[in-house]
Every structure is written in C-alpha cells, then in structure tokens.
C-alpha cells in the first residue's frame, strides 16, 4: 500500500513507484453473523496524531482460572472525579469510594474529590484533592487540555484561567497528560487502598480486573487516545489480569440511571418511550437519547440519535460568579485577597447559593458572601456642615472626607467610607444574570437532542433525566422544566455518582443498550482499476507488480456517519493483495481512517484523518496455496484473498482481518461520539 506500508515492505516487493497493494474483490458489504474465529498474532499501532503506541488491555499474567472479577469505574470530572466498585459476585453492591484526606471531616465522606493537584519546586505532586499544599499553586481543569475543542473554547471564553494553566504547565515542566496522569495516579493509589480494605488484599492480588474510564461525549478520538495513555502512566494497568475500556460519560449516565429506574419500576416510562440522558458536568454538558425497546427482562434500549454534548458546565457557572465579585469589589481589591478567603468565598457559594438559588427568587431577596479580607463597600461621602477647629489644617465647611484625608493622617478611607467588612450582598438580579447565561446554553443542547430525537421517532420524548453534579441543581431543572413543559424533568437519586456507578455497570457486562449511531465516517484505504471521468488524475499510480494502473487514496466506507449498526453485527468487506514473496505475508498492514464530513469523501481529502493501523500476520507458508496470477508482461505474482471486518460493540469498534476463517489481526479503537455544538 502506498502509504500503509513501510520502505521495508515495498522494497520486499521489488516495487518503485506503486506501492498501494491494497485491493478491493468485491464492492457489496455482507453482514453475516459473528463467528469465532483461530487467532493468530494481534498487534496495534495507533495513530490518531499521536504515533505509534501499544495496546491498552489485559497484562501479562492474567489468571484464567480466576472466576471472581472486579469492575470499577473512574470518572474523572473537570472538577470532582469519583470512583466505584463492585464485585462479580455481588454486582448489584456498587460501592462509592470516600476516606478522602481532607480536614474537614464533612468532605471525608462526599463521593467526590477535587481535580485539583499542586506540585512542588522539584515539579513532583505535593498534594492533590480536598487537602492541598498552602504554600504551591493549584492546576485544575487540567482534563480540559487533552481535547483540542474543549482547549480553544476554553481559550476563547476563560482566557486568562487558560493563561494560567498554561503557564503552570510550563513553570512545573509538566504536559496536559502528564498532568492528568498524576492527578490520576493519586486517584487511582487512594481508591485501591480502599477497595483493598474492603476486599482483602489476598482477594486483591489474584482477581482480575476491569476498569472503565470515563470521557466526555465530546472527546474525538485523539482525546480518546491522550487520556488512555495517561491512564497507563499512572500506572492503573501495571498490575497484572487488569483490562481497560473507556466508555461515554452519557452512555455510562444512563446505565446507571437506567439500572435505578428498573428497580423503581421504570419510573412510569413504558416500552417505546424516548428518554434523554442529560449529564450536566463541572466541565461538559453531554447528552444522549434512549428508546425503550423492552421492559421485561433481558431490558433492551436502543440509541435514537447520536450523543452530543458541549463546554458549558458547571465552571462557567463558577466563572461567572468570581468574575461578578471581582466587578464589584475591583479587580485590584479581589487580587489583594488572600488565596484562602478566595478558597473559603467559592467553597460558600459551591455548598450555599448555586444549590439553593431558584428561578423565581424575589427581586428584593438579598444573598451575602462571606469575603474573608474584604474591607467593605464604599459609601456615598457624606459632606461635613460645619468647619471643625478643633482638627488639624483648619478646614471650611461642606467639605467632604476625601478634603479631610490629605491633611488630617488620622482619617483613613478605610475607617470612614467603608461598610459591612468581609462580607458581600448580592441581589437576585446579581445571580439571575449568570445563572440564565450558562442555562440557556444547556437548553440550547437539550433543544437539538429532543428535536432530532423526536423527529427521527415521530413522537414527543416521554423525560429529560439529570445527572452529574451540575444537574442536581435547582436552578437549571426549572429552566428545564420552563422551557420543555411537554417533558417530565427527572433528577434521580445518587445522580452526582451516577457516571461512575454506570461505568461499574458497564464492566460487569451490563450492557443493556442493542446499537449505537455513529458520530464518525469509519473505513480503510483501497486502490481499484483506475477509471477516466471518475478518479482523480493525481491518484493515478502504477502497480508494478500487476502492470496495470490504479486508483490511489480511494476511501472504502464500513459505517458512514449518522447509521445505526447493531452491536456485535459485522461490516464486511472482501478484499486483496497482490504478493510476490512468502516473507511479505508475515508483514501485511491496513490502515484504517475516519473522517466527520457530513457527507463522506470518497478519497483522502478534507477531514479525512487516520485512526489506527492493522497488523496482519500470515504465516508464510500460505504463499504456496496462493492462486499463480500473470500481468501483461508474463511476470508472476499471488492473489492473497481476505476478509476486513469491522464490529461494534460496547464502547469501541473492533477491526479484524481474516484469511479462510483464520483470524490474522485485530485492532480495537474507542467509539467516537457526537462533537462539540456552538454554544
């Protein structure tokens, strides 16, 4: 293949200016049940920008005779990351992970911890979570980082808090994925020492292990791959029989949410209901849509539409609030305060105002912020009626107290023009401004997914359910509710664990959901026979080997954006490479693309983008059962037959290669979901 293959192969094959062996045999796709197949020799390389890389799976020494397996999920948030367990033999006892290091005892006990971590002057963690190092600056929304939308917008909308981290990043030496991998080493450290007190550490040492990590529906795949490999350098794969999946943080909502609802008795959802999942963050917005295909069990949902979601969480609600303080104290006062009372100031408005404030609050109603520092506001200066002898500098009458200031040292501004010290008081109009903002974009994603949901199954959505921290919030369910009021807003229970709580659902195998809608354009590269008219002049290349020439950069589709595949039903396409010798039959690769375009490119072009490659492995010996072929000019050469296969499953889409029924490569990449929307 042009450019599948390297310098080494091509030169195996004798070839100069053609090197794109890759062959379509037949144009129909066939989609025939999944069969079990020999493995052979499995490798991947994955690319998506980032160069080569190994693997994420099962390490060396797993156990198969282990028949006690361990799930947990992990959710690392933007701003409060969580973790829960459960064993195999107890799958519907999921434990919330706590015994945060903190001191204050109330956060010991939460089921969240800050994504925040500190470094100290050998840029090594110093500390991390509720409990953080004084004397070292924090990095938080560092997770952002990793997703080149999420960095822009961040860039565009909160340029001086991505100033900041930025130059963090720089002074500790420090890449967005180191950074994550550290925070989630610390993370990953605590939750096994709990889990190890509640299981033993016998049990601990010899189980089998599956983690699912959760991401944003709107991390491309690139995000998708970034946050693996930070998941491998915190060293969560290190121990052996321990497997990793990831698994979208709106897919992984609505297990949970799901699971909740069955042992409610669905909630008064029924069979063919629509339900949207909206997952309201610290960072993202996701959201997802669900048709209920079967109650009864096995329970069965099935995707309506893609999953979407958008930068707009519950930060910019934070961000909004402390830019607000800031206008009204000034700038020069609010950079004065002490990093503690700025701390204490947002801890207040985290566990006071923004969980309390609602839409129909009084105009009258007025909100104090406790501002450790704060000297007060300033008051109209009163005049003074009559000339006062008896100070210094013998001043006139009606004059004000900023005359007096210059000439009496005893009379400050502090003491005379400044009231209520270390505290704030805001009016409902303060509040009503930030909160309407950062819900109206929430409303404007939900907007999109209920229309296409609705449109796609011509009927209204039966419920809106929220969940993350964000959508426990009093505020953003009335704004729901006021502007879908032919929907029933739901916020069920333990909905700030949900994400991972579905998560543990999700590597327990309790996958309730038959398809998934793609997001993505997924195919490999080929070359036909070049055609006039319909292949470009600058594909035109010439195939030494066949004598004939070809069509290059040609794009062959197994799943084009917006269809729906059911899950664990293969896509198949027949294909070819024309071999010379037996050594290049151990050396095959077939690179895979993917591409976000609407309409799908028929060649490499545009948005078209590289995914992974496949590794294919025959063994040699099959170069003398391969049919004798000649070109025109009597030279000879071997038609290698194969099968590439694409599946979809929970999660991730699995690509294989099969000569007569023999698996012969196999690479799994992440499922794209829905990208970012303007907002």
Known sequence: MDKLLGDETRAAWGQST??????????????????????????????????????????????????????????????????????????TEINIVTGWNSDMPGQKELHKVPSVITYDDECLVSSWGYKLDKSNPSLSWFKL???????????????QRYKRLETLLEVNEKTPVEVVADYLRCLWTHAMNEIIKG????????????????????????????????????????????TLE???????????????????????????DVFVVCDAGGGTVDLISYKIEQVNEPVRLAMVCEATGGLCGAIFLDAAFENLIRTLITHDEYQGLASRAKRKMMNDWELGIKRSFKIDEPEDEKWHVDIPG??????????????????????SSHRTLSDMRGKSPW???????????????????????????????????????????????????????????????????????????????????????????????????????????SKYNYGCVYNPDFVDQKHLQEDRKYDSVRDIWVAGNQLKWFLKRGENVEKEDPVTYSFFFPVTGATQLTRLTSKIFYSDSITAESRIEGSVRPLCTLQIRIDS??????????????????????????????????????????????????????????V
């Not at 303060?430 to 929430?442: Q, Y």
């Open 145 to 159: 980082l990793l997703s080149d939308q999420a960095k822009e917008q961040l860039q565009n909308e909160q340029l």
């Open 411 to 517: 009379l400050s501004n502090d003491s005379l023009t400044r009231v209520d010290p270390g505290t704030l008081v805001l009016k409902t109009g303060h509040l009503s401004a930030i909160f309407s903002k950062v819900c109206e974009n929430i409303t404007h994603l939900v907007s999109t997914q209920i229309s296409v949901a609705e449109s796609r199954e011509g009927k209204k959505a039966a419920a809106i359910l929220l969940v993350g921290g964000f959508g426990e919030n009093i505020y953003l369910r009335q704004e729901l509710a006021r502007s879908f009021d032919h929907v029933e807003i739901q916020q069920p229970n333990k909905a700030w664990a949900a994400i991972c709580r579905g998560a543990v659902l999700k590597g327990l195998g309790n996958d309730v959901v038959v398809n998934h809608i």
């Open 621 to 678: 010996t099959v170069f003398e059962e391969l049919p004798i072929l000649h070109n025109k000019k009597g030279e000879e050469w071997r038609k290698l037959d194969y099968v590439l296969e694409m599946r979809v499953s929970s999660g991730e889409i699995c690509w294989s290669v099969r000569y007569k029924d023999i698996e012969a490569g196999t690479v799994k990449t992440t499922v794209g979901y829905e990208g970012m929307t303007d």
């Open 246 to 272: 990831l698994i979208g943080e709106p897919e992984a909502a609505a297990l949970s949410v799901f699971n909740e609802m069955r042992a409610q008795k669905m909630r008064g959802l029924q069979k063919g």
């Open 199 to 242: 299981i033993g550490k016998n049990l601990w040492d010899n189980i089998k292990i599956k983690i699912a990590l959760t991401v944003p529906a709107i991390w491309d795949h690139k995000a998708q791959e970034l946050t693996k490999r930070a998941a491998e350098m915190a060293g969560m794969l290190e121990r052996a029989a321990t």
């Open 18 to 91: 053609f090197s794109l062996p890759l062959q379509q045999a037949s144009t129909s796709a066939t989609h025939p049940r999944a069969r079990r197949f020999r493995r052979s020799r499995l490798d991947l390389v994955s690319e998506a920008e980032l160069g080569p890389k190994e693997t994420l799976g099962t390490k060396n020494g797993d156990k198969e005779d282990v028949e006690t397996m361990i799930s947990i999920g992990v959710d690392l948030g933007t701003t409060f990351s969580g973790v829960a367990w459960a064993l195999s033999t107890s799958p």
């Open 374 to 395: 704060y000297l007060g506001i300033h008051v109209p200066e009163p005049q003074v009626a009559e000339p006062d002898r008896r100070l210094p500098g013998g001043f």
